[in-house]
């Protein structure tokens, strides 16, 4: 998932002064509305970390979602990026100063330290830290305290907690820029598949998604694989590989069909469903849910925060971006347009909303 860069305080405390102002894809949960940890308890660890994976799941989660990108030696572990100065301590690594370069990925400039340029034992090396610590300053007491989690570590977290709960704990994976690793002989496809299919993962009735922003990709995996595939969708802009569609056409009843021919569910910035207005509450709900499964394509809206940055501004409780605001609310009014499930970095309160 996509998330914001860095934060503009004064922007928020201004806007928020007006506050006065059935469809036919299987449910692995017996139809029951899915929660998905987004990158675990991002909300109260360090993301993609074990620690947060596992703080998901006994807050209720029904899947963990990695981000996956790849080592040098084409091992693939859980990162937002495969830059990885903004989640670790790789900066602060005088044997990896060296390490530092500027690329291009996915027609975006960056600098930093990447994935691709490291090997699995060096990547061990590093300590995860919270990415949004002007948001969430409580996470960063857990920096510097666990590592860089691989897929095969999740899988076997997910079949563990299987086994110690009683409940099926599923996995949801992303491959993160699956066309720029291609280009530079490391593809995921490969990779990802062998790791589910050696935990018993091989068709659409195993706990797993396989979401990409991108769409060849997913086209690929089709002919691969049984498993369920998530095909996701920006507010606006185009998939790194496609500049020839946008993702407003693929949410269009016409793009939707197209989707449901190599997907079985569509993963949109949740904008899609319903837009905010001008002062930044939520407007009405579109067709995209109904036009959707018409099609048979599950839906799984993007991404719920509590924290007031994220809310609706009628779901916050004040101007200060980083206290808590009615999250529930917000659910709730996606719940009533009949999603199939949710990512949240909030587990707690969006199992909670589910079950009102």
């Not at 002064?17 to 660890?45: D, N, T, Y």
């Not at 602060?92 to 930093?112: H, L, N, S």
Request: proline share 5%; aromatic share 8%.
């Amino acid at each position: 998932m996509k998330i914001l860069r860095p934060l503009l305080i004064v922007p928020f405390i201004l806007s928020a002064c007006f506050a006065s102002e059935s469809h036919a894809m299987e449910q692995p949960l017996e139809g029951k509305v899915i929660v998905i940890a987004h990158r675990g308890a991002s909300g109260e660890r360090p993301e993609h970390t074990l620690a947060s994976y596992r703080l998901a799941i006994e807050q209720g989660a029904d899947y963990i979602e990695p981000d996956l990108v790849l080592t040098k030696d084409g091992v693939l572990v859980a990162r937002h990026e495969n830059e990885i100065s903004e989640t670790t301590d790789v900066a602060d690594k005088a044997e990896f100063a060296d390490r530092k370069v500027t690329k291009i990925i996915d027609g975006q400039k960056m600098t930093g330290w990447f994935t691709e340029d490291f090997t699995l034992a060096e990547l061990k090396t590093l300590r995860a830290k919270e990415r949004l610590p002007q948001l969430r300053k409580a996470n960063m007491a857990y920096d510097g305290q666990f590592e860089i989690p691989t897929f095969d570590e999740i899988l076997a977290l997910a079949k563990e907690a299987s086994k110690t709960t009683g409940r099926t704990i599923g996995v949801y994976p992303e491959t993160k820029h699956p066309s720029y690793f291609t280009a530079i002989g490391l593809p995921h496809e490969g990779a990802l598949l062998a790791a589910l299919t050696q935990y018993g993962h091989v068709d659409k009735k195993a706990p797993v998604f396989i979401q990409s922003f991108e769409v060849e990709n997913l086209k690929a995996l089709r002919s691969k694989t049984q498993l369920r595939l998530i095909q996701l969708m920006d507010a606006k802009g185009s998939p790194a590989d496609r500049s020839d569609l946008t993702y407003p056409q693929m949410a269009s009843a016409q793009g939707l069909k197209t989707i449901a021919t190599y997907a079985d569910g569509i993963g949109p910035n949740k904008a899609l469903i319903i837009p905010r207005t001008v002062l930044g509450n939520l407007g009405d709900p579109t067709s995209l849910v109904a036009d959707a499964h018409k099609v048979g394509l599950a839906v799984h809206p993007w991404t719920f925060r509590r924290e007031n940055y994220f809310l609706p501004l009628a779901q916050k409780s004040g101007v200060d971006p980083r206290e808590v605001g009615d999250l529930d609310t917000e659910i709730k009014a996606f719940l009533a347009t009949g999603i199939d499930g949710i990512f949240s970095d909030n587990v707690t309160e969006a199992v909670a909303a589910r079950s009102h």
